[in-house]
């Protein structure tokens, strides 16, 4: 049996089994197992391991002993009553026995039955629609409901169920590989090997070939010590990779039952592996697993993780969900399928035609990983497809289904999939993912409308291709047509932790590009050179589209800088954007990253609809809105480009630079105990100083304080408590690999960059939380050392500090300031030179004073607070968001605006308006 029996075989099958039950006497211990047996024969499953027959268990109500009248592990349990017994008491007596089972032996159905009644219960439906009830004689009509006996699931994608099951799956598969890696197996051998029984699994349980047909093999043909295990596995998979013409007439006959698959899936030859009797036990643990229950989408984010000990330990924790996969094809090309599928509900030509552009649409992930994209792409697409037909279907229009469905005879066929992944392990994955997906993709088709392309045998065609997507041809790998989709999730390297190899490659995706030319290219991240290979494929096939996901920082900062004049030059334009939201990374154990969504094409590509999703909290639900334009900083505005700027743009306004840094081994500061100490040091007190860090001043403690011996004293410096650090300042320094820093070894006394102000100045932290609607600043004297993780401003008046508390300053800052994952990284030269600030008169100077002095007021009615305390959202004092909101309208209003603003992407426009005004004037 190559494939599942049609839907019209199990109808006829069911319409037979009633006739021959019809007259039955319904009697419990005489008939129940005949009856059972018959009705899984009808859904081919004929053979006695396929189910157990009075399979002894536990009532949980009771602990006693009883017998579940059938089981087909993982799937069904069955449950026989006489004629005329109350059904809902069998289903009761029935879910008694669930709890002892073993967890992959855990039905998801239970049937209930007096022979001349059924009741079905599906554990997983929602409450209301978990139950269906028939008669025998209704049967036929109700095979659908059976159907999964024969391979055929219906289930809603993405599901928590699939979840589920899909972690529990790949529990079982890392058990299998921890047994194999003792086998001595490499590397190469282990990964196609797994990938074979990950099929062959799936093939037992999804109607690929008769059910638990791998499962009687191992029962049947290998021997309890598992000694054999590995030599039969290794005919079978030989076996399964040739056609039944080819095959000796003298095979084995249980082996020549399973089907050829080709594909390439058993074609290379392997060593035989050693196996003993656990592994051949945990083989058939993973037998008894349903694995039909498992999702394609999220399964190879799992099975690529059963490698690593400690990804092992962790599995279920982290992978990539379906609905962040759904965050980037939606918008980039699935919505507006959908859309006009909905549109064409009623216009046959219409739906036609939306055929058509479905089978001439080509998908593309130059960075695939275990093929997730790529799986739910094809399903979706597979899913509407079958939506299209049914719908001409019911208009009265058969023409788009042929009376025997081919491959050829799809719109959307798995060779319009294309992927390219570096490593073996992970493509591997992602080709027999789109291989069970594209199965599962069969059995719904067959399922709605009785005929469906053969699973098997599989055809040849590669369409994972494994190498350096940055030095292939995308354009040969993908084939040809003006709909070409690219997406993905390339890897993110920051361009100082490239490796030389990752070096060469951003050299040898820009050198081509001439227009790139003086946009220091080589300092781009590493996930932007896929960007310059999509603009190079869009360059060739002008209706492309693009959506990439990358983290936070390439729409920021100096990445966006170079990013937003590139793409510009290279003709391209953002579409649709989700700001920044966690994204949790396929890799257990790894962190969850803080990531964007770019979807971008050409700058002529018609119909344009662009798109902007913000998220309130990056962990929480995004929301739309329709921006007129869209640059590549995710605002609603032109692509203008800040430049970076050593002083301020606007005359007047006090410079701003990082603190000084002691690169001192830490020798140079104190804690309260040493403080204590040296102030009670005539030498030694006249230099001690408080000392501030960004943490320091935002969460108040621990206080530190510095030695500051820039003027001291040589006597003093020979004081032994400052002797001793100084010598150990010496040796950290020399220790280090920085040249400069080793030169100041020889002025130990001396910070390694002194820029401390001589009179009072302002300070904000270098980086601060994006929870804070406003970046907490103060003022400090100039005895106050100010650490390199602080901004200061020298010379600052209380007007200018208001500015920089303000939520103009903050609309800037969102925008154009670097990130340290999510967090406000502030460098004077990007995110506070280039604002363009309007001309205050003495009076608005005035009037911003008193606004910050009533800042200042209400942060010292809480003394025992915190400037972290004070500024976090859910805590913030009313009196003190009351002063900041005043200080906001004095600022917008100087700004131009009529009344308060209400967001700051309204103030981002006006200081667009005011940085357009200020380059019109300069002639720039």
């Given at each position: 049996?190559?494939?599942?029996?049609s839907?019209?075989?199990?109808?006829?099958?069911?319409?037979?089994?009633?006739?021959?039950?019809r007259?039955?006497?319904?009697?419990?211990?005489?008939?129940?197992?005949?009856?059972?047996?018959?009705?899984?024969?009808?859904?081919?499953?004929?053979?006695t391991?396929?189910?157990?027959?009075?399979?002894?268990?536990?009532?949980?109500?009771?602990?006693?002993q009883?017998?579940?009248?059938?089981?087909?592990?993982?799937?069904l349990?069955?449950?026989?009553?006489?004629?005329g017994?109350?059904?809902?008491?069998?289903?009761?007596?029935?879910?008694d026995?669930?709890?002892?089972?073993?967890?992959?032996?855990?039905?998801?159905y239970?049937?209930?039955?007096?022979?001349?009644?059924?009741?079905?219960?599906d554990?997983?439906?929602?409450?209301?629609?978990?139950?269906?009830?028939?008669?025998?004689?209704?049967?036929?009509?109700?095979?659908?409901?059976?159907?999964?006996?024969?391979?055929?699931?219906?289930?809603?994608?993405?599901?928590?169920?699939?979840?589920?099951?899909?972690?529990?799956?790949?529990?079982?598969?890392?058990?299998l590989?921890?047994?194999?890696?003792?086998?001595?197996?490499?590397d190469?051998?282990?990964?196609?090997?797994?990938?074979?029984?990950?099929?062959?699994?799936?093939?037992?349980?999804?109607?690929?070939?008769?059910?638990?047909?791998?499962t009687?093999?191992?029962?049947?043909?290998?021997?309890?010590?598992?000694?054999?295990?590995?030599?039969?596995?290794?005919?079978?998979?030989?076996?399964?990779?040739?056609?039944?013409?080819?095959?000796?007439?003298?095979?084995?006959?249980?082996?020549?039952?399973?089907?050829y698959?080709?594909?390439?899936?058993?074609s290379?030859?392997?060593?035989?592996?050693?196996?003993?009797?656990?592994?051949?036990?945990?083989?058939l643990?993973?037998?008894?697993?349903?694995?039909?229950?498992?999702?394609?989408?999220?399964?190879?984010?799992?099975?690529?993780?059963?490698?690593?000990?400690?990804?092992?330990?962790?599995?279920?924790?982290?992978?990539?969900?379906?609905?962040?996969?759904?965050?980037?094809?939606?918008?980039?090309?699935?919505?507006?399928?959908?859309?006009?599928?909905?549109?064409?509900?009623?216009?046959?030509?219409?739906?036609?035609?939306?055929?058509?552009?479905?089978?001439?649409?080509?998908?593309?992930?130059?960075?695939?990983?275990?093929?997730?994209?790529?799986?739910v792409?094809?399903?979706?697409?597979?899913?509407?497809?079958?939506?299209?037909?049914?719908?001409?279907?019911?208009?009265?229009?058969?023409?788009?289904?042929?009376?025997?469905?081919?491959?050829?005879?799809?719109?959307?066929?798995?060779?319009?999939?294309?992927?390219?992944?570096?490593?073996?392990?992970?493509?591997?994955?992602?080709?027999?993912?789109?291989?069970?997906?594209?199965?599962?993709?069969?059995?719904?088709?067959?399922?709605?409308?009785?005929?469906?392309?053969?699973?098997?045998?599989?055809?040849?065609?590669?369409v994972?291709?494994?190498?350096?997507?940055?030095?292939?041809?995308?354009?040969?790998?993908?084939p040809?047509?003006?709909?070409?989709?690219?997406?993905?999730?390339?890897?993110?390297?920051g361009?100082s932790?490239?490796?030389?190899?990752?070096?060469?490659?951003?050299?040898?995706?820009?050198?081509?590009?001439?227009?790139?030319?003086?946009?220091?290219?080589?300092?781009?991240?590493?996930?932007?050179?896929?960007?310059?290979?999509?603009?190079?494929?869009?360059?060739?096939?002008?209706?492309?589209?693009?959506?990439?996901?990358?983290?936070?920082?390439?729409?920021?900062?100096?990445?966006?800088?170079?990013?937003?004049p590139?793409?510009?030059?290279?003709?391209?334009?953002?579409?649709?954007?989700?700001?920044?939201?966690?994204?949790?990374?396929?890799?257990?154990?790894?962190?969850?990253?803080?990531?964007?969504?770019?979807?971008?094409?050409?700058?002529?590509?018609?119909?344009?609809?662009?798109?902007?999703?913000?998220?309130?909290?990056?962990?929480?639900?995004?929301?739309?809105?329709?921006?007129?334009?869209?640059?590549?900083?995710?605002?609603?505005?032109?692509?203008?480009?800040?430049?970076?700027?050593?002083?301020?743009?606007?005359?007047?306004?006090?410079?701003?630079?990082?603190?000084?840094?002691?690169?001192?081994?830490?020798?140079?500061?104190?804690?309260?105990?040493?403080?204590?100490?040296?102030?009670?040091?005539?030498?030694?007190?006249?230099?001690?100083?408080?000392?501030?860090?960004?943490?320091d001043?935002?969460?108040?403690?621990?206080?530190?304080?510095?030695?500051?011996?820039?003027?001291?004293?040589?006597?003093?410096?020979?004081?032994?408590?400052?002797?001793?650090?100084?010598?150990?300042?010496?040796?950290?320094?020399?220790?280090?690999?920085?040249?400069?820093?080793?030169?100041?070894?020889?002025?130990?006394?001396?910070?390694?960059?002194?820029?401390?102000?001589?009179?009072?100045?302002?300070?904000l932290?270098?980086?601060?939380?994006?929870?804070?609607?406003?970046?907490?600043?103060?003022?400090?004297?100039s005895?106050?050392?100010?650490?390199?993780?602080?901004?200061?401003?020298?010379?600052?008046?209380?007007?200018?500090?208001?500015l920089?508390?303000?939520?103009?300053?903050?609309?800037?800052?969102?925008?154009?300031?670097?990130?340290?994952?999510?967090?406000?990284?502030?460098?004077?030269?990007?995110?506070?030179?280039?604002?363009?600030?309007?001309?205050?008169?003495?009076?608005a100077?005035q009037?911003?004073?008193?606004?910050?002095?009533?800042?200042?007021?209400?942060?010292?009615?809480?003394?025992?607070?915190?400037?972290?305390?004070?500024?976090?959202?859910?805590?913030?004092?009313?009196?003190?968001?009351?002063?900041?909101?005043?200080?906001?309208?004095?600022?917008?209003?100087?700004?131009g605006?009529?009344?308060?603003?209400?967001?700051n992407?309204?103030r981002?426009?006006?200081?667009?308006?005011?940085?357009?005004?200020?380059?019109?004037?300069?002639?720039?």
């Amino acid at each position: 049996m190559t494939k599942p029996l049609s839907l019209n075989e199990l109808r006829s099958r069911c319409a037979e089994f009633a006739i021959e039950w019809r007259d039955s006497s319904g009697d419990e211990r005489q008939e129940a197992q005949s009856f059972v047996r018959d009705l899984l024969a009808a859904f081919g499953i004929t053979e006695t391991r396929a189910a157990l027959y009075e399979k002894r268990a536990q009532r949980t109500s009771t602990g006693g002993q009883g017998y579940i009248d059938a089981l087909v592990p993982g799937l069904l349990l069955i449950e026989m009553k006489s004629a005329g017994k109350n059904l809902g008491l069998a289903e009761i007596q029935a879910l008694d026995y669930v709890d002892d089972l073993p967890d992959t032996e855990q039905p998801r159905y239970v049937l209930t039955s007096d022979f001349k009644r059924f009741r079905l219960l599906d554990l997983l439906a929602p409450k209301g629609a978990d139950t269906v009830e028939f008669s025998l004689d209704e049967l036929p009509k109700h095979t659908e409901s059976l159907a999964f006996l024969a391979g055929y699931e219906t289930r809603t994608f993405g599901s928590g169920e699939q979840e589920a099951a899909s972690i529990k799956a790949a529990k079982i598969m890392a058990e299998l590989y921890e047994s194999l890696e003792g086998s001595g197996y490499d590397d190469h051998e282990a990964s196609i090997f797994l990938v074979r029984v990950l099929f062959s699994l799936y093939a037992d349980d999804s109607g690929i070939w008769e059910r638990d047909l791998f499962t009687e093999f191992i029962e049947m043909r290998t021997t309890s010590d598992g000694t054999d295990l590995g030599a039969q596995l290794t005919m079978l998979f030989q076996v399964m990779n040739q056609p039944r013409e080819r095959r000796a007439s003298t095979l084995d006959e249980l082996l020549a039952r399973f089907p050829y698959v080709n594909g390439g899936i058993f074609s290379e030859p392997l060593s035989i592996p050693s196996f003993d009797r656990v592994m051949r036990d945990k083989m058939l643990a993973a037998c008894a697993f349903n694995w039909s229950s498992i999702s394609p989408a999220i399964f190879g984010s799992l099975f690529q993780a059963v490698k690593s000990p400690q990804a092992r330990r962790e599995l279920g924790e982290h992978y990539t969900t379906e609905t962040n996969i759904r965050k980037t094809i939606d918008p980039l090309f699935f919505d507006e399928l959908t859309e006009r599928f909905t549109a064409a509900q009623h216009d046959t030509k219409m739906l036609k035609k939306l055929r058509a552009e479905l089978a001439n649409l080509r998908l593309l992930d130059p960075a695939c990983g275990c093929g997730n994209f790529l799986v739910v792409a094809y399903r979706d697409l597979r899913a509407l497809e079958l939506r299209i037909l049914l719908r001409l279907q019911e208009l009265g229009d058969t023409s788009q289904i042929p009376l025997f469905f081919e491959r050829d005879d799809l719109a959307v066929k798995l060779e319009h999939m294309a992927g390219i992944e570096v490593e073996e392990w992970p493509a591997r994955i992602a080709a027999t993912a789109l291989r069970l997906v594209d199965h599962q993709a069969n059995m719904q088709m067959e399922l709605a409308l009785g005929k469906a392309p053969d699973t098997l045998p599989l055809d040849t065609i590669s369409v994972i291709h494994v190498g350096n997507a940055l030095r292939m041809d995308w354009n040969e790998v993908v084939p040809a047509s003006d709909s070409t989709i690219v997406m993905g999730n390339p890897p993110f390297i920051g361009m100082s932790w490239m490796n030389k190899v990752q070096q060469a490659d951003n050299r040898q995706v820009f050198t081509p590009i001439n227009e790139a030319k003086g946009l220091r290219t080589g300092r781009l991240d590493y996930v932007a050179c896929w960007y310059a290979k999509a603009a190079d494929l869009i360059a060739k096939r002008p209706l492309s589209r693009v959506a990439f996901v990358s983290t936070n920082s390439i729409t920021q900062g100096e990445q966006a800088r170079t990013m937003v004049p590139l793409l510009e030059r290279l003709g391209c334009e953002v579409d649709f954007g989700h700001r920044t939201f966690k994204w949790t990374s396929e890799a257990p154990g790894a962190a969850a990253v803080h990531c964007v969504i770019v979807g971008f094409s050409s700058a002529k590509r018609p119909n344009k609809r662009r798109r902007l999703f913000s998220y309130p909290s990056i962990t929480g639900q995004p929301i739309e809105t329709v921006p007129e334009r869209l640059n590549f900083y995710l605002f609603d505005g032109p692509n203008n480009v800040p430049v970076k700027l050593s002083k301020p743009l606007v005359e007047g306004m006090p410079n701003a630079h990082k603190g000084s840094q002691p690169t001192d081994g830490g020798h140079l500061l104190l804690d309260e105990a040493q403080m204590c100490e040296a102030v009670q040091i005539p030498e030694v007190a006249p230099y001690v100083r408080q000392f501030v860090q960004a943490r320091d001043m935002l969460q108040g403690s621990p206080r530190r304080w510095c030695l500051w011996l820039g003027d001291a004293q040589p006597q003093h410096l020979r004081h032994p408590f400052i002797k001793n650090r100084l010598d150990q300042v010496a040796e950290a320094r020399l220790k280090s690999p920085t040249a400069s820093v080793q030169e100041y070894a020889a002025k130990p006394a001396l910070f390694t960059q002194n820029r401390q102000p001589k009179g009072p100045y302002f300070a904000l932290p270098e980086v601060s939380s994006e929870n804070r609607r406003w970046i907490p600043g103060t003022f400090f004297d100039s005895d106050v050392i100010a650490g390199n993780k602080l901004i200061i401003f020298p010379d600052a008046k209380p007007w200018h500090a208001a500015l920089l508390q303000s939520s103009m300053f903050m609309a800037w800052v969102e925008t154009f300031a670097g990130r340290l994952e999510s967090r406000y990284s502030l460098a004077p030269g990007l995110a506070y030179f280039p604002i363009p600030w309007p001309e205050f008169d003495e009076r608005a100077r005035q009037q911003l004073t008193d606004r910050i002095d009533q800042i200042f007021e209400a942060r010292e009615s809480y003394r025992d607070a915190t400037l972290a305390d004070l500024y976090d959202p859910a805590a913030m004092p009313a009196n003190l968001l009351d002063a900041h909101t005043a200080l906001d309208r004095a600022v917008d209003k100087a700004f131009g605006a009529a009344s308060l603003l209400r967001s700051n992407d309204e103030r981002l426009a006006l200081l667009f308006e005011h940085n357009n005004a200020r380059m019109t004037e300069s002639g720039t």
